[in-house]
């Protein structure tokens, strides 16, 4: 049973910064995707970043290229997003994804094991 329990939002100012932080256990996929989606009022559900375990390989989405960083921690098996330079438009609750396999997705039904969610608000 995968089980994603997220941590690290908060509230924080335009330009701050927060790191959210995604523990992962109960994968024993050889290959898979961890991955960061969020979730505005009155928004459709959207991919913020994506990383493929076996290599690295990472994919942002425009709004968040050059802010936000996608990472892990094989040794704490924690898959991390940093953000930087925060804007009010970033304001979600946002949600550790994983699914397996080597395909990067940015679409929600490409993912099967979700978090809770953590709430981040940055303020004007």
């Known amino acids: 049973q995968v089980q994603l329990v997220e941590s690290g939002g908060g509230s924080v100012q335009a330009g701050g910064s927060l790191r959210l932080s995604c523990a992962v256990s109960?994968?024993?996929?050889?290959?898979?995707?961890m991955g960061w989606f969020r979730q505005a009022p009155g928004k459709q559900r959207e991919s913020v970043a994506a990383?493929?375990?076996?290599?690295?390989?990472?994919l942002y989405t425009d709004s968040v290229k050059g802010r936000f960083s996608i990472s892990r921690d094989n040794a704490k098996n924690t898959v991390y997003l940093g953000m930087n330079s925060l804007k009010p438009e970033d304001t979600a609750v946002y949600y550790c994804?994983?699914?397996?396999?080597?395909?990067?997705?940015?679409?929600?039904?490409?993912?099967?094991?979700w978090g809770q969610g953590t709430q981040v608000t940055v303020s004007s």
């Open positions: 990383l493929r375990r076996s290599d690295d390989y990472t």
């Open positions: 109960g994968c024993s996929f050889n290959s898979y995707i």
């Open positions: 994804v994983v699914r397996q396999g080597i395909g990067v997705y940015t679409s929600v039904s490409g993912y099967d094991y």
